[in-house]
Every structure is written in structure tokens, then in C-alpha cells.
């Protein structure tokens, strides 16, 4: 016995939307990713003055897993990179290396290394910036969003 084809197809249709939403709590942008990041940096900072080693390793920790922005954003930023796009991911790659590198040494209650990975973690957030922002912000400005 097999099922009739519109109802397999339209089953398999069904998982392939659920999915994205099974694996993220919410359709993310763009820019609320980084507002996350940026508020785990200042967490990170605020842990390295009082010596708060499980903080900084939690923070890092919540850097380097850091949830992606939903597929169409991801799109348009993508889109917005256009033939950079091996230095942009190499740029996020970065962060999470650093920002695992930092977690370790937080880990390690190790000071001098905790701060020298967060120093090379604000180098990588700026690194980024520098070479991308503009491009990006242009691309997702409202009068260039697609027709919904
Ligand atoms: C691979 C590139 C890249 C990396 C790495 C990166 N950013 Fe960004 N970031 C961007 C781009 C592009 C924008 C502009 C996006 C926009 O405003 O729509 C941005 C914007 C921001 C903003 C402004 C958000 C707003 O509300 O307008 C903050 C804050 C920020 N990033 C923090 C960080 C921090 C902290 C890190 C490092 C932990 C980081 N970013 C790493 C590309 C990057």
C-alpha cells in the first residue's frame, strides 16, 4: 500500500518547512544577532574585571554557538558580500575560533590569555565591520527588501 502522491508530496513539503523552526527558537535577523553578540562581549568584559571565569566562559561559549539569522536574511546578506564571500566566512570563522580559544582559557581560570583572546575577539568583531558593514546595512535597508 502506498499513499497517493499529493499527500507524500505535501507531507514532505510540510517537514521541509518545519524544520528551520525545530532547530531555531526564532526566525532570527541579521541584526538581532549581532545585538546578541555585542551584549555577550559586554557580559565577557564586565566577568574579566571581577575574575568571574564562568561567566566569561559561558558568554564566550554563547559567541562561538551564536544562533544564525534565518535563511532569507542569510541570503541577502550573502547577496550584499556578493564575490567576498570566502573572506566573510573566514571573518566569522575567526570569531568562533577566537571565541572558543577564549572560553578554554576562561576555563583554564587563566587571566592573561582570557584577556589576550578577548582582545583578539574585538580586533575580529571590527575587522569585519570595517570591511563589511556598509555593503551589508545597504543591502538590508528597507526600500531594498524584497516584495513580500
Ligand atoms: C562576518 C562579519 C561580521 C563579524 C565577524 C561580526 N559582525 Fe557585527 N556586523 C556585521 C555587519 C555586516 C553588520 C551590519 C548589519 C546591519 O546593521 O544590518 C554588523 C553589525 C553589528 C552591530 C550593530 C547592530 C545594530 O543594532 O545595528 C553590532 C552591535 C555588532 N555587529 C556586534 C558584533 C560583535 C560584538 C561581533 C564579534 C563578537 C561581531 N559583530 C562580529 C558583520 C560582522
Do not use: W
Amino acid at each position: 500500500m502506498s499513499f497517493p502522491r499529493a499527500t507524500s508530496r505535501a507531507a514532505l513539503v510540510v517537514a521541509v518547512l518545519a524544520m528551520p523552526l525545530a532547530s531555531t527558537a526564532a526566525a532570527e535577523t541579521f541584526q538581532s544577532v549581532m545585538q546578541g553578540l555585542a551584549d555577550d562581549m559586554n557580559r565577557v568584559q564586565s566577568a574579566l574585571f571581577v575574575e568571574d571565569f564562568a561567566t566569561v566562559t559561558e558568554a564566550a561559549e554563547a559567541i562561538a554557538d551564536h544562533p544564525k539569522p534565518s535563511l532569507g536574511e542569510r541570503r541577502r546578506v550573502l547577496s550584499a558580500v556578493g564575490s567576498r564571500v570566502s573572506e566573510f566566512r573566514a571573518l566569522d570563522q575567526q570569531v568562533h575560533d577566537t571565541a572558543e580559544g577564549l572560553a578554554n582559557a576562561a576555563r583554564d581560570q587563566d587571566l592573561d590569555q582570557s584577556i589576550r583572546y578577548h582582545a583578539r575577539l574585538v580586533n575580529a568583531c571590527i575587522a569585519c565591520h570595517s570591511a563589511f558593514r556598509d555593503d551589508v546595512v545597504s543591502a538590508l535597508s528597507p526600500e531594498n527588501a524584497p516584495e513580500r
